[in-house]
């Protein structure tokens, strides 16, 4: 049972810093201008710019911050909660820096503190993508689902994920 990282990628590190910018700049000045302009109009600037802290209060939250193995399951680690993934029936772990190429049908945040969600990846299939480096990419496959990981030291993840594996 080992702790392995999350490092992001140049990437990943770009859009979160341009999101960032982005999302809180534009929150401020909304909030800022918000007494300055007429009362209908200070109420839309006020929920635009609560919406916007909202929004980055949200994205923050499901940054992925690490992994874990442990009792045959994948914990991912967030800010302020682990997701656990089971590895019961576990058929094969491997690394594949390509398992987080560009792809047009997918669904969820492609950089913005991490790439997660649901995206299709040949010859994987839907995969559920927990991630924040390419470079890393380790693909977790079961009976019911496919994971795509980037672990720091992937290939000591990989060691250490098989053994949850069948017995040969």
Do not use: Q
């Amino acid at each position: 049972m080992s702790d392995y990282g999350a490092p992001l990628s140049p990437r990943v590190k770009a859009t979160s810093a341009l999101g960032t910018v982005v999302l809180l700049g534009e929150a401020a000045l909304l909030l800022g201008l918000a007494g300055r302009v007429p009362a209908p109009v200070a109420s839309v600037f006020r929920a635009a710019g609560w919406a916007m802290l909202a929004l980055f209060t949200g994205v923050a939250l499901f940054a992925i911050r690490g992994y874990r193995l442990e009792n045959g399951e994948l914990l991912v680690r967030r800010p302020l909660w682990s997701t656990r993934y089971s590895l019961a029936g576990l058929a094969s772990a491997e690394r594949d820096p390509r398992a987080l190429r560009p792809t047009l049908f997918g669904v969820g945040n492609n950089g913005f503190f991490a790439v997660d969600g649901w995206r299709r990846v040949d010859p994987y299939g839907w995969c559920r993508a927990l991630a924040t480096n390419a470079a890393n990419a380790v693909v977790l496959r079961t009976a019911g689902r496919t994971l795509i990981v980037t672990p720091e030291r992937p290939d000591e993840f990989v060691a250490e994920a098989r053994a949850w594996g069948p017995r040969g």
